[in-house]
């Protein structure tokens, strides 16, 4: 699991989203191996969570560990999830990455394969992980 700072929907027919990926990380490398993942919108409760899941790297640290510690997690379409998210999609690269070449993140152009709406709520922003002091804008 991880925190991706830069994602947007690209089309309703097909659902298609974009997600950046940082480069050098873990979940970059998950997605070139396993192109299937889950891309989990936040509730504004969940700031908390960035501290593990943006600032650490799953190279050296296992989120699903601590998370299902925590009492954190659930399945969904076997993967497992956050129990608090708001939504949750599956989602496949439908195209290889723009070229590298364009900055510090890899970005995909993902098929929306299945989503979920779990929970009620406000969305977790940068906005508010600005105001937490959690990130700069």
């Known amino acids: 699991m991880h925190i991706c700072t830069y994602v947007s929907a690209m089309s309703m027919h097909p659902k298609r989203m974009m997600v ?4 050098g990380t873990q979940t970059l490398e998950n997605i070139e191996t396993n192109p299937h993942f889950v891309l989990q919108l936040l509730h504004t409760d969940q700031y908390n969570l ?5 600032k ?3 190279k050296t640290v296992n989120k699903i560990e601590r998370l299902h510690k925590h009492k954190l997690l659930t399945t969904w379409q076997d ?3 956050l129990r608090q998210a708001l939504s949750v999609m599956e989602l496949k690269p439908s195209f290889d990455p723009l070229p590298a070449d364009t900055g510090d993140h890899m970005t995909y152009i993902c098929d929306v394969l299945a989503w979920k709406n779990l929970n009620n709520g406000e969305p977790l922003t940068t906005q508010i992980l600005h105001e937490k002091r959690i990130i700069r804008i």
């Open 56 to 58: 650490q790297s799953g």
């Open 50 to 54: 960035v501290k593990l899941l943006g």
């Open 79 to 81: 993967f497992p999830i």
């Open 20 to 23: 950046a990926i940082f480069k």
